[in-house]
């Protein structure tokens, strides 16, 4: 634990010169921040980073570290050889220095001169990982959502409290200024006590199909891509991004992008666990292997007299004020809407009164990670406030899958009188795969 200590102390002075950075120019691009440091500013050695999962979000957040010279990307983690490769070839062509490649999570963590990793494999493995990772001294930064069940995310919290690890979910929206000003326009009293927020996401997504049985890829080690998540055959309509749809490693569309609005309302609204969630839709445009909802709406009641909605479309692409994806704020002196990344202010006629918009992306996220790992201060997105908004994701899924009105706990979130719903709380997992704090 010293020598964890003293590692972070030995970073902190560069890592928080480049969040200053991106903070003072948030609409610079990662092209501009010369990646060269100061030799007389007393930066230190950058922290190293391990990315975990690479076929989609996690050659992104590569880049994003890449760009930022307080960071290396020193090790790939993927348990698709060809996605592996690809990774590493593009950070050894933006970086100048090739990373190593691992196939196996426990190796990775093994190895001594990796400060943090980045979790972005599928999201049965956030919550595992990010166990795994502080148990081994690493800091965390694990995308959205962070935990694959509710139960998950309170042994996370646990472990990043236990091996007094950094750990930050990639709720970049927290980090973006003009969405920042928006929420503090709602909490110093601009548009009056906020009693309702409505959040949705609507895409147009394909059918999945019906899955074949076919032999895995040579490329890919499939017992490792399941890893903690109880065994099911290789099918071919699951790799890379269907898995979403599917319970035993996804959330549907409410854990995919649901996660961001409803952080942003909690946020906003100030409020932490609700006492009534209900929930209705169905699957209603394709015959295919989907288990997840594609029409889905979820009303979670608080105690303070404070209600969200959340509406997902998969298969319109229209929502409420043209926008696809969004979160309106209604209160008694008038509304604001985030869309994107900025918001529009409401009187309490409807009569548009400011609109803004402003940097975005995942620069001043990323740097903001590795500040707070040098610093020591939790994060934006610390692991008990990406639990507290992740859970609320689990909660729908829950009265969804179960059919009922959930009534909870107000200290914990967990439902109260639901066997059917306590079941979903946790999960089973594959032998010898059960996280341990």
Avoid at 389 to 402: E, V
Wanted: proline share 6%.
């Amino acid at each position: 634990m010293k020598a964890n200590l003293l590692r972070d102390r030995r970073l902190f002075l560069q890592a928080g010169a480049a969040s200053s950075l991106a903070l003072l120019h948030p609409s610079a691009s990662a092209e501009n921040v010369d990646p060269k440091p100061d030799p007389t500013s007393g930066k230190q050695d950058p922290v190293r980073i391990a990315i975990i999962g690479v076929n989609n979000r996690g050659s992104a957040l590569a880049k994003g570290f890449i760009a930022n010279p307080a960071a290396e990307v020193a090790a790939i983690c993927d348990v698709d050889s060809q996605a592996a490769e690809k990774a590493a070839a593009m950070v050894t062509e933006r970086s100048g220095t090739r990373p190593e490649i691992d196939e196996d999570i426990r190796k990775t963590l093994e190895r001594p001169d990796i400060d943090a990793i980045v979790v972005a494999a599928p999201n049965h493995w956030h919550a595992p990982a990010t166990i795994m990772g502080c148990a081994a001294g690493k800091h965390v930064y694990v995308e959205k959502p962070c935990s694959h069940t509710a139960q998950e995310g309170v042994w996370a919290i646990q472990a990043a409290r236990k091996h007094d690890r950094i750990v930050m979910m990639g709720s970049q929206r927290r980090s973006w200024p003009a969405v920042i000003e928006a929420i503090e326009l709602i909490h110093s009293g601009r548009i009056g006590n906020v009693a309702y927020a409505r959040t949705w996401y609507n895409n147009r997504r394909n059918s999945i199909g019906h899955g074949q049985p076919v032999d895995v890829p040579p490329t890919l080690n499939w017992d490792l891509w399941q890893g903690p998540a109880p065994r099911q055959p290789f099918v071919d309509n699951i790799v890379p991004y269907n898995w979403h749809w599917k319970w035993n490693w996804g959330n549907g569309e409410l854990g995919n992008n649901g996660i961001h609005m409803l952080d942003l309302a909690r946020w906003a609204m100030r409020v932490t666990y609700p006492n009534r969630v209900t929930a209705g839709g169905g699957k209603y445009r394709h015959d295919d292997d989907q288990q997840t909802p594609d029409t889905m709406m979820v009303t979670y009641d608080f105690p303070d007299s404070k209600t969200i909605t959340w509406e997902g479309l998969s298969w319109s692409s229209m929502g409420p004020h043209d926008g696809s994806v969004g979160v309106s704020f209604h209160g008694t002196e008038g509304s604001l809407v985030i869309f994107g990344n900025g918001y529009t202010l409401f009187d309490e006629r409807n009569k548009e009164v400011e609109t803004k918009s402003g940097a975005a992306g995942d620069e001043a996220h990323l740097a903001h990670f590795l500040d707070c790992i040098g610093s020591g201060q939790r994060p934006n997105t610390d692991i008990q406030i990406a639990h507290d908004s992740t859970l609320l994701t689990h909660l729908g899924n829950m009265a969804f899958r179960t059919d009922e009105v959930l009534h909870l706990d107000p200290k914990t979130g967990k439902p109260v009188g639901s066997e059917a719903a306590s079941a979903l709380w946790g999960r089973e997992y594959e032998p010898g795969w059960t996280p341990v704090v």
